[in-house]
DNA sequence: GCTTCTATTGACATTTTTGTCGGTAAGACC
DNA sequence: GGTCTTACCGACAAAAATGTCAATAGAAGC
């Protein structure tokens, strides 16, 4: 019954890559706000400013819009790690400020929850892209400090999965529990440290 | 164009209790086969061998059968770990047992699929029971060991949020990192044990 | 100005999924 | 055997979500 009811939209002609940037951007910011499951074809459309149907000419589907997001996701973390790294810092804030980045894109970001649904939905095999991401990391920013490679690899897998957990389950649980928000991520840094003071004493392995 | 298309199915008639346990059983072998997004309404009825009218009468709405059944599975996780304790195991072995139950729960049965997709859908507020789960644990296993009361919590919670943590993304993450199955949950065990040592050495908190 | 290319659109088609409703039959109780 | 309760069924309704397709309109090149 609104007035301009038939009214056209203006169109507005973007290149590939801008379109496809558009897309995710609006993407991004739906998924923080709401989640991965709201990242239906029509809301990620809406919220580019776009019709859905141009949503499937650039990706195809909406499983290639989520993996392409999760990529996007990686790779701007990727890229605020290493661009973060201080090497004039001491080797303990350093570390502290990566797993601080680590919790904060998995936790406030969302990315914890749209690699949830990835795999929940089984689109996560195609994320090949996690093993460069790894390497860059371990490569640029690990192993200068002197760790074995393959230590530091199990190092960045046991970081990511609990940051995961935390950024995932974190937050509920402890409302569950009955703890103050924050908590969980609290506790799960401490984790990290105890193991590495551990290991660092000899106590294990 | 089947022959028996137009047969009417023999009706079996159960309490309403069978009938609830009938379709949560195979809403959770389900679960295990193939993920918490296979717990649709038609999936669901027909593992049961029932029509999903029965499942809404039974339950109200799809929702309502996944917060069942993770209820379901909380509380055979907390009566599994209550019964497999031994007062004469060696403390350090009951804490292995303590753990494998959980990691096995989250991992293989499927708990923390569940538990994920519950999450991502909103509906994990009104799991209220696991309050009383955690409770129960802390008192009749970990405070009997002497452990103080709010850090046996805490060592529930990062337990739990770990463990969920390597149950939905361990493996997948150590394949698409080029490391065999089971190597996640191998590091998050030892993460574990090196944190309790290094709290036992007095190198933490 | 004219042509070409394709990003964008609107309308339609289809599938999937949840939920409603009136009627039917199994089994308990008398 | 008769009655009553309600677990159960079949058919229908409706919404949500993804995807197809022909037509349109920016923008660049000539």
Redesign the pocket.
């Known amino acids: 019954m609104s007035i301009e009811a038939?009214?056209?939209?203006?169109?507005?002609?973007?290149?590939?890559e801008?379109?496809r940037e558009?897309?995710l951007a609006a993407a991004e910011a739906l998924l923080i706000e709401k989640g991965p499951?709201a990242?239906?074809?029509?809301?990620?459309?809406a919220a580019a400013?776009?019709?859905?149907?141009?949503v499937?000419?650039?990706f195809?589907?909406?499983?290639?819009v989520h993996t392409a997001l999760m990529e996007r996701m990686i790779r701007q973390l990727v890229a605020q790690i290493l661009e973060a790294d201080d090497p004039d810092e001491p080797a303990a804030t350093r570390a502290e400020s990566g797993a601080r980045m680590l919790f904060d894109a998995f936790e406030s970001r969302g990315a914890a929850r749209l690699a949830a649904w990835l795999e929940l939905t089984g689109e996560s095999r195609r994320l090949t892209l996690v093993r460069e991401a790894v390497n860059e990391v371990v490569a640029n920013r690990l192993a200068p400090k002197g760790l074995d490679p393959a230590a530091a690899e199990d190092l960045v897998l046991v970081s990511v999965t609990l940051a995961m957990g935390v950024g995932l389950f974190g937050d509920s649980l402890a409302e569950l529990m009955g703890k103050p928000p924050g908590r969980t991520r609290e506790l799960a840094a401490n984790l990290l440290r105890g193991w590495m003071a551990a290991f660092s004493a000899g106590l294990i392995r």
């Open positions: 038939s009214a056209k939209r203006t169109r507005v002609r973007r290149s590939p801008a379109a558009n897309i499951q990242l239906k074809l029509a809301d990620v459309a400013g776009v019709v859905h149907a141009t499937l000419h650039h195809g589907s909406i499983a290639d």
